[in-house]
């Protein structure tokens, strides 16, 4: 049950809060990361066990992941990893489109303090060398840390609780898309047009910046299917 990979997210694991809330991040990110499979049953005990935590955490996070999409809770059968699901991938981007293209045009319209600026960009250099040494996993958490701190920056805290609801079978597929589907370069520079748009104060053009990086899901996502149909519950849409 417990691999190294996963072991290693528990170490990594360093964002305070609850033994509850710490499970949840990182059974949630093994779950996007594939490293717990589709279908694959999950054990109350065998997790806290592994963890060295009682089982109400673990059933605790497994009720919010059951919320998320990411899992399956059947009473006295046991809980189950979840195929993706197209559906609520389009309906995520849909809400991720929406609220992200609103706070790209918020932050152009008040402006970003100079250190987000800073930030945004340092992040957009850091990703390019994960490019270029085929870093995927810290690319990807690259990726995240960039909305966070625009949403965070432009002071839509709110905003961002939204969007990492909603967005857990989004980023499954995110996750599947890089690098062979969606190139890493093609992401940075979605990143950096962004960045651009809001220091030069253009709102139109924030918007539209962002809404073509929250549309390449879109592309990616029929590749993926058809390359990973196994996974997909709804391989006709």
């Not at 009682?54 to 059968?77: T, Y």
């Not at 932050?107 to 270029?132: H, P, T, W």
Request: negative net charge.
């Amino acid at each position: 049950m417990l691999t190294p990979a996963i072991a290693e997210l528990w170490e990594q694991d360093a964002a305070g809060g609850s033994v509850r809330q710490r499970l949840y991040r990182v059974l949630r990110l093994a779950i996007i990361r594939m490293q717990f499979a589709p279908g694959q049953a999950l054990s109350e005990k065998e997790i806290s066990d592994a963890f060295s935590v009682s089982r109400q955490p673990v059933r605790e996070a497994f009720i919010r992941l059951s919320e998320a999409g990411l899992v399956d809770v059947r009473p006295q059968r046991g809980t189950y990893v979840v195929g993706i699901s197209q559906k609520s991938v389009r309906e995520a981007r849909f809400v991720r489109e929406a609220v992200e293209t609103a706070v790209s045009a918020s932050a152009a319209r008040q402006g970003l303090a100079d250190k987000v600026i800073y930030e945004l960009r340092d992040l957009i250099e850091r990703q390019i060398r994960c490019a270029s040494s085929g870093q995927y996993d810290q690319f990807f958490i690259l990726d995240e840390d960039f909305h966070r701190v625009l949403a965070l920056g432009a002071g839509h805290e709110t905003a961002w609780r939204v969007i990492e609801e909603v967005k857990a079978q989004l980023d499954r597929v995110r996750y599947l898309s890089v690098p062979d589907t969606t190139p890493f370069e093609k992401l940075v520079q979605q990143h950096a047009d962004i960045v651009d748009a809001i220091e030069q104060r253009d709102e139109d053009k924030a918007r539209q910046a962002m809404l073509v990086h929250q549309s390449e899901i879109l592309i990616s996502l029929p590749q993926m299917v058809q390359r990973f149909s196994s996974i997909f519950e709804d391989t006709n849409g």
